[in-house]
């Protein structure tokens, strides 16, 4: 039985407690309350190009400078590997093992000034195995989610809303699981029970009713729990978009499309009667996992996909934005926000207009960019490093 963050609420709600959020748009420096930092070290061993890179004295802003291939994204990677899932680049764990170091690697960092640790590592000996440590107890991966509230925006994301659904729901349940940690337990049984069930269903021989039935609860129960959290969601952050001024950012207009029932027994008996259907298909064709999330730019009342490469990154970066600005976009737990090569594209307009949305918002937030020039006028404190090579030094 996991254990969930609301059961440890009472005992966390001072060590985490996080500053309170100000209005959008704040006097500098007005709203920097002394704030519990999401990450206070960070060490890499063998990860990547990084033979041993070390990183203390984080601030609010956190910005890592290097030539193209220095290793700045491969610290965000590191990073983002202390949130369920595969880490922003989505990688095999082998892959991540330097190049030039006996085929492991391990990553740890420090929340809460050493309060909180978190691990993670390979062996030479299971290079594709990662494992997760919190405080050094051997941990399911879902349970970092716990302890941290993460989103990321990387170039590899512009391509969005022009590539299949499955990157765009990736991208919603990464926004709903910083504020339900329980929604990647979810998603792993709903996933898990959907695989056994196209197994079974592909099988030559009449699938055993009994395990089927046992298969559609199982995915009726996390499925519908799934799509209503994804739809909840997308109705609050549609609710702050549309209360907010545009900003120099497109305003996007978000829908939920998707035909999962959200009540369970309505999804179970969709399933069941799916059945000879999805036998035929290979594969089940009702569900969350087919679920998508269309976006709409508001001012031209076009879809996403029709929209320019810039306008797309502006709807990415508003949706990013207003979901950081949700009053429990990360509920008690420290919230991080890794920005790959954002800054360096915007003009200097709407570079000042994300630093002070950022600094609002209350996270940590990570970015990178080839010089230091346009993080110049940062809002609040900022922590510089200059990557090359491999190597991490401050500034
Ligand atoms: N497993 C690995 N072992 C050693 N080096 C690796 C490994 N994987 C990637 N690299 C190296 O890491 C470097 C890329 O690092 P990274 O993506 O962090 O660059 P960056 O500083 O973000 O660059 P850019 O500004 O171009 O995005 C490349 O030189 C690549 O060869």
């Known amino acids: 039985m996991h254990v969930m963050p609301c059961d440890r609420a009472s005992d966390r709600e001072d060590r985490f407690a996080l500053a309170e959020k100000g209005p959008a748009r704040l006097p500098r420096q007005s709203h920097l309350k002394a704030r519990v930092m999401a990450l206070t070290r960070l060490s890499l061993r063998d990860f990547r190009n990084h033979a041993a890179t070390r990183l203390d004295g984080m601030a609010t802003f956190n910005v890592l400078v290097g030539e193209n291939g220095a290793g700045k994204t491969n610290v965000l990677e590191a990073i983002s590997l202390f949130s369920p899932g595969r880490g922003m680049r989505r990688a095999h764990p082998a892959d991540m093992a330097s190049n030039k170091g006996a085929g492991d690697f391990a990553v740890a960092a420090e929340l809460e000034d ?4 978190l691990n993670t590592a390979t062996t030479p000996a299971t290079p594709g195995r990662r494992t997760v440590r919190i405080n050094g107890a051997e941990t399911p991966a879902t349970r970092l989610a716990e302890w941290l509230a993460m989103t990321w925006l990387t170039p590899a994301m512009d391509r969005l809303f022009a ?220 922590a510089f490093w200059r990557v090359d090579e491999g190597k991490v030094e401050r500034i």
């Open 114 to 117: 050493g309060a909180v640790q």
């Open 163 to 382: 590539e299949g659904a499955t990157a765009r729901r990736r991208f919603l349940d990464r926004l709903v699981l910083a504020g339900e940690p329980g929604h990647a337990r979810i998603a792993t049984r709903y996933e898990g029970a959907l695989r056994e069930r196209n197994r079974l269903l592909g099988e030559a021989d009449e699938p055993d009713p009994v395990w089927l039935d046992a298969l559609e609860t199982q995915m009726a129960e996390t499925g519908a729990q799934l799509a209503a959290s994804r739809r909840a969601l997308v109705e609050r952050l549609n609710t702050a978009l549309a209360a907010q001024d545009d900003g120099p950012f497109a305003r996007p207009i978000l829908a939920y499309n998707g035909e999962t029932p959200v009540d369970a027994s309505a999804f179970a008996a969709a399933l069941r009667n799916g059945r000879r259907r999805d036998r035929a298909a290979g594969r089940t064709l009702t569900g969350p996992h087919r679920d998508d999330l269309d976006v709409v730019m508001a001012a031209k009342n076009a879809p996403a996909a029709h929209c320019s490469t810039g306008e797309q990154k502006a709807l990415l970066i508003s949706i990013v934005l207003a979901h950081a600005a949700l009053p429990d976009a990360g509920g008690e737990r420290p919230r991080l926000l890794l920005l790959d090569e954002i800054a360096a594209h915007l003009d200097p307009l709407r570079r000042s207009a994300l630093y002070e949305r950022l600094a609002a918002s209350g996270a940590q937030v990570w970015m990178t960019g080839t010089e230091p020039s346009p993080f110049a006028d940062l809002p609040a404190p900022a």
